[in-house]
């Protein structure tokens, strides 16, 4: 991390820490807000300059949602919206990518040329993607319901779309259902890689890993190759698998074990360490992160005046990144929530919805 994390980062002592009366905290008045350059890929797009990050929570968007980011863009499913939109880094107005009816986007991700998205209703299941400079909306999938198997997690290799659909009000921990999927991006059949039950799904370094859920209360930590074949266990776990991420090839699990949690992490193909053991009550329940081959972060929620972001290292110290509002990472029984929380290189980003006060905002912090 850079700058000092027992600062003020809140802005508490400002007239306004929210920054809401500040004349324009997302720089939209400006002549040009994206400080956009010229067309560099040959796409038609302007990229946006991306400034050196904020050494303090400091809002981009006064929009939030499920995030994804690349390079120049922050990207997020605006509440009510059923087309992403992508937002500059160092700020600025959202940009919708579409327009479409139907419902709002669950689940978010990007590859180099398109922005994937999910979304559910009670009668039908879809999985499209759209340029991400905006464009012609795509089908990669859909179902019709009634919707009982919604995606829950979405990854990409360069080829497939993967999700993992645990068919949660069919099943019991006697008898527990479930889909992990493959498609092919452009659209096409569907593939099924096995019949788990998982919430989690993680792509990286040539293999698809879940989570499969037992019925006394563990979880198998599940692998296989990009077309199902040679699925086998990698680990057990005594408690549930909440969230399994890869970032190059370090990969990173939660358990949450008789009201602890546990960060673990491995190289893939080696023996896994727990970087941090806590009570559950001592940090945010986590089925949620971002993750880069050092680091592993996650949020606290809180309301308007309250919420906190954490860096955990691989030594395992814990830093606090920022005090400043944010929206609960915790993956609702019933459906997907999306990731609240992504990284780059060198910054944090991460949504508050507005639930518990205050308006919607995208957040931005060096780490």
């Known amino acids: 991390m850079t700058g000092d994390p027992t600062g003020d980062p809140t802005g508490a002592g400002d007239e306004d820490p929210t920054g809401a009366n500040d004349e324009d905290p997302t720089g939209a008045d400006d002549e040009d807000p994206t400080g ?14 991306v400034d050196p990050p904020p050494e303090s929570a400091t809002v981009i968007a006064t929009v939030a949602g499920p995030l994804a980011v690349d390079e120049a863009w922050v990207y997020v499913g605006p509440s009510g919206a059923s ?15 579409g327009t479409l009816a139907g419902p709002s ?5 990007v590859d180099e040329d398109f922005v994937y998205w999910s979304a559910g209703s009670v009668d039908m299941f879809a999985v499209r993607r759209v340029p ?26 360069d080829t497939y779309v993967y999700l993992t659909m645990p068919d949660i009000f069919n099943s019991s921990f006697e008898q527990q259902q479930g889909s992990i999927r493959r498609i092919p991006k452009a659209g096409g059949s569907v ?9 989690v799904l993680a792509v990286g370094s040539g ?6 859920e037992r019925s006394d209360g563990g979880a198998d930590l ?61 940090m945010s329940y986590i089925t949620d992160a971002a993750v880069t081959e050092t680091s592993f972060l996650w949020l606290q929620p809180g309301g308007a005046n309250s919420g906190a972001v954490f860096q955990l290292d691989l030594d395992g110290s814990t830093t606090q990144l920022a005090m400043a509002p944010a929206s609960s990472t915790l993956q ?36």
């Open 36 to 49: 956009a350059d010229e067309d560099t890929d040959g796409d038609g797009d302007d990229v946006p300059e």
């Open 83 to 97: 087309v992403p939109s992508r937002v500059p880094k160092s700020g600025g107005e959202p940009e919708s990518l």
């Open 105 to 109: 986007v669950a689940l978010l991700t």
């Open 132 to 157: 991400k400079a905006g464009g012609s909306i795509e089908l990669v999938t859909d179902e019709n319901g009634p919707n009982l198997a919604a995606a829950q997690a979405i990854a990409l290799d």
């Open 191 to 199: 593939e099924e890689l096995s019949s788990d039950y998982s919430r």
């Open 207 to 212: 293999s698809v890993y879940w989570a499969r």
């Open 222 to 282: 599940v692998r296989s190759d990009p077309d199902g074949g040679n699925t086998g266990v990698v680990l057990s776990e005594f408690g549930l698998i909440t969230d399994v991420s890869i970032a190059a090839d370090r990969m990173y699990w939660v358990v949450d074990d008789a009201g602890q949690q546990q960060v673990r992490s491995a190289l893939v193909g080696e023996d896994p360490s727990t970087l941090v053991v806590q009570e559950i009550s001592e």
């Open 332 to 367: 609702t029984f019933g459906g997907p929530y999306g990731r609240r929380i992504v990284v780059d290189d060198d910054a944090a980003y991460w949504s508050y919805e507005g639930a518990q006060g205050g308006s919607e905002r995208i957040y931005r912090i060096a780490r």
